[in-house]
């Protein structure tokens, strides 16, 4: 757990000062540097504000990432919320413009993300802080499942929890992967099999009795 230093008051300026500390938090991160070897004096520097001034805004660096990545994670959350598998039949071509989209937005805050996940490896704080919003994009997904199988558009024998669990947790691990090691050339094809496996592995999966067998040799 993260110890927290205690705030001091915060001046009237609070908006503005914070926008400054975490825009300047952002561009050492964009630098490449780690962010645990990232030094708050280094932030004051960059931001040019006092330690003082630092910690009326910011209990400590841990606050400081939450709070530097919250709006970025309330963006993707609200982006996975807001797909809708019922709004017509073209499925997998939807999924794979909203898996453009979101690859697209950790391209742009890849190395902001990248930090979250560092810090979320051995902060028990923070990690509660990252896995609660794939927690809720697990939910978002199930409730789907099982809308589109009360509606025998997805086959009843899927098993939606293990099939929401899958494409969430499974998929945020492939697209954290698939940022490391591919420049972008690869991203359009890389959402296109997102959302055809998503889509006609979970949500249009044919049914078990008419799958069709190998022949036996």
Known sequence: MASFTRRAKADPGTPAVESRILAATERLIERGERYTEISVQQILTEAGVSRATFYAHFRDKTD??????????????EMAQGWDPAAGEDGADRYTRFFADVIALHRRKGFVLAA????????????GFYTADLEGFDQAVLRTLVEQQQSGKTPADLDAAAASRVIVWGGG?????????????????????LGHIWWYGAYRRPPANQLIEEPKK
Do not use: K
């Not at 979250?116 to 990690?127: F, G």
């Not at 090691?181 to 099999?193: M, S």
């Open 116 to 127: 979250l996940r560092e810090v979320a490896s051995y902060d028990q704080t923070v990690r």
């Open 173 to 193: 691990q492939a697209i954290a992967r698939h940022i490391e090691v591919d420049n972008g050339d690869g991203d359009a094809a890389f959402a296109r099999e």
């Open 64 to 77: 400081l990432i939450v709070r530097l990545t919250a709006d970025l994670r309330q963006r993707l959350l």
